[in-house]
């Protein structure tokens, strides 16, 4: 079973625009993660945020947490055409184990 | 460092073939994982691995599919007999206890059942 759900499916912006992916999941969780896949590719990791954070940085990414609502969202600031891709949330609620569950992705096309 | 190897990257059979992949996890990795992706969703854990024994494999069809990972390193996926619907992507992870819950992903084997 999916516990993330991603939002939207698909997103299409011009180079320079920000780019904002939203995460909804059903049980409460350790940490959730964001990974990259680009076309024919495996996964990359992103970024990791815990259940007792609020927001984390990395470069251009933002992610933010809010346990209460159940949801984190994505933001990629100044994209560019390399970010396309689809990215993918991930819950991880396995006590330790680090089994990831994860939803089922948004696709995001940055034009030139 | 080298990353996770998997092979072959695709696979072509007839349903009812029988199909194997194989992964090489990251060197000192001791947990390692198979996920099958099909296409327009997000991977979906199939079995994990700590060390050479079983964390889960709770969502792993064992009537038609098996898994092992010998001397906790390399690890073998087996399909037999395959069906339609087993075509996806199988991505082999793994990841360190000691280092955080970042997943490594490999770079998947595209299986297609005629």
């Known amino acids: 079973s999916q516990q993330g759900e991603e939002d939207p499916q698909a997103l299409s912006i011009q180079e320079g625009e920000n780019a904002t992916m939203n995460c909804s999941y059903k049980t409460s969780i350790n940490n959730l993660q964001w990974y990259r896949q680009n076309s024919g590719r495996g996964l990359v990791h992103l970024i990791l945020i815990r259940s007792n954070e609020r927001e984390k940085h990395s470069g251009r990414l933002r992610v933010t947490l809010d346990t209460s609502k159940k949801s984190s969202s994505l933001l990629i600031t100044a994209s560019r055409a390399a970010d396309t891709a689809s990215y993918f949330c991930?819950?991880?609620?396995?006590?330790?184990?680090?089994?990831?569950?994860f939803g089922a992705g948004t696709r995001l096309a940055v034009h030139p | 460092e080298a990353g996770v190897a998997q092979s072959p990257r695709y696979k072509i059979i007839e349903k009812r073939q029988s199909v194997a992949f194989w992964c090489n996890p990251i060197?000192?990795?001791?947990?390692l994982y198979w996920y099958q992706q099909i296409l327009g969703q997000g991977p979906k854990l199939l079995i994990q691995f700590q060390n050479n024994g079983v964390v889960d494999d709770s969502q792993l069809p064992k009537d038609r599919f098996s898994a092992e990972r010998l001397k906790g390193v390399d690890s073998t996926l087996k399909i037999q007999p395959a069906k339609l619907e087993d075509s996806a992507v199988y991505l082999c992870?793994?990841?360190?206890?000691?280092?955080?819950?970042?997943?490594?992903f490999g770079p998947g084997t595209r299986l297609t059942v005629l």
């Open positions: 991930a819950t991880d609620n396995s006590g330790g184990y680090n089994k990831l569950i």
């Open positions: 060197s000192g990795h001791a947990t």
């Open positions: 992870a793994s990841s360190s206890l000691a280092g955080g819950h970042e997943q490594f």
